[in-house]
């Protein structure tokens, strides 16, 4: 059974730092592509940051400079280290787990959330 299992979110005051962590697990075949994706009360869920296999980043505008996504490959497991946060920043967080080849597959975590006070 696949899971993916996020930790690391919380309640901080803006300009303050969070790390979320996540986990997979039951994934018997390579990934391409692990991420983060965000979605704010009353707005769509948008993409945070990926990390592909070979290191690849790709941000948000949003977040460019202050979000920093890393990933252990051998323990499929993705980070998002978050610094500067602010108010805009509070939403559920995501953890996404891709595969493009075939066979594709596409894993996505219960989420966490992300309260950035004012």
């Known amino acids: 059974q696949v899971q993916l299992v996020e930790s690391g979110g919380g309640l901080v005051p803006a300009g303050g730092s969070l790390r979320l962590s996540c986990a997979a697990s039951?994934?018997?075949?390579?990934?391409?592509?692990m991420g983060w994706y965000r979605q704010a009360p009353g707005k769509q869920r948008e993409l945070v940051a990926t990390?592909?296999?070979?290191?690849?980043?790709n941000y948000a505008d949003s977040v460019k400079g202050r979000f920093t996504i890393s990933r252990d490959t051998a323990k499929n497991t993705v980070y998002l280290q978050m610094n500067s946060l602010k108010p805009e920043d509070t939403a559920v967080y995501y953890c996404?787990?891709?595969?493009?080849?075939?066979?594709?597959?596409?894993?996505w975590g219960q989420g966490t959330q992300v309260t950035v006070s004012s």
């Open positions: 996404n787990a891709e595969r493009r080849r075939w066979p594709p597959f596409d894993y």
């Open positions: 039951g994934i018997m075949l390579e990934l391409d592509a």
């Open positions: 990390i592909t296999s070979g290191g690849r980043t």
